[in-house]
């Protein structure tokens, strides 16, 4: 450690490829939340959600969605709200998420900005997000763009969240789905699968494995001061 004099031996840890490369044994299905950002009768992100809920569960996995109508802004109402109570608990259980917002006026709506507000980083020692693999979606009513995708790339970085390489944007949503809110048959159809089937591939590869690959050595040297000066307290 001579060539590295700043780094804290104490905190520093060599790469463990037991726990990086042995398969957990993990019996349940990979657990999928879906967001989306829309309180339209007909939402077509909802639509879109839902039409990607179907391919997870062929692929494998659980899905449940949170239905953003109720839930207040942020912080106009008080953490233990139903809604916000609702919400954490379904971020808790999921290993990975999808996000799919409409684009309105060039960015992500603000109903799918609020449900990530209420997300905090931290709960206690626990991080909700932290090593969870996301999925971004979203749909635009005119030609196709990736505004609010991007958004939602950098709030998944920012959660702390493995956002995988593949995205869907679908353009004129309005044209994509029949009356009963089932997806036409399409190249945004083919892409909506394959970017289903990559989330749950990495869902697969990251479970059991993510608290270990987002461990960091800042984080354990932070903790190291903070005990230290909790007993340095003790000890006066």
Not at 191 to 216: A, I, P
């Amino acid at each position: 450690m001579g060539d590295t004099p700043n780094i804290d031996d104490a905190c520093f840890r060599e790469i463990d490829e037991d726990r990086l490369f042995s398969a957990p044994e993990i019996a349940h299905k990979p657990r999928v939340l879906l967001l989306h950002g829309s309180l339209r009768e007909r939402s077509y992100s909802r639509l879109l959600n839902e039409e990607a809920a179907r391919v997870l569960r062929r692929f494998g996995a659980e899905t449940r969605h949170f239905d953003p109508s109720g839930l207040p802004l942020p912080d106009d109402a008080p953490a233990d709200h139903p809604k916000v109570q609702e919400l954490r608990e379904l971020v808790m259980w999921s290993e990975a998420q999808v996000w799919c917002s409409p684009e309105r006026h060039g960015a992500m709506t603000g109903i799918m900005k609020s449900q990530i507000d209420w997300i905090p980083l931290a709960l206690g020692a626990v991080r909700p997000t932290q090593g969870k693999v996301l999925a971004v979606m979203q749909v635009c009513g005119g030609s196709q763009s990736f505004n609010a995708v991007s958004q939602l790339r950098v709030l998944g970085r920012w959660m702390r969240m493995v956002t995988i390489p593949n995205q869907s944007s679908v353009a004129k949503a309005y044209l994509e789905f029949d009356e009963d809110g089932r997806m036409k048959p399409s190249s945004y159809y083919d892409r909506v699968v394959d970017v289903m089937e990559e989330l749950v591939k990495f869902t697969l590869l990251l479970r059991g494995r993510s608290d270990y690959l987002v461990e960091r050595y800042s984080e354990r040297k932070e903790s190291a001061a903070k005990l230290s000066e909790r007993v340095n307290q003790r000890s006066i």
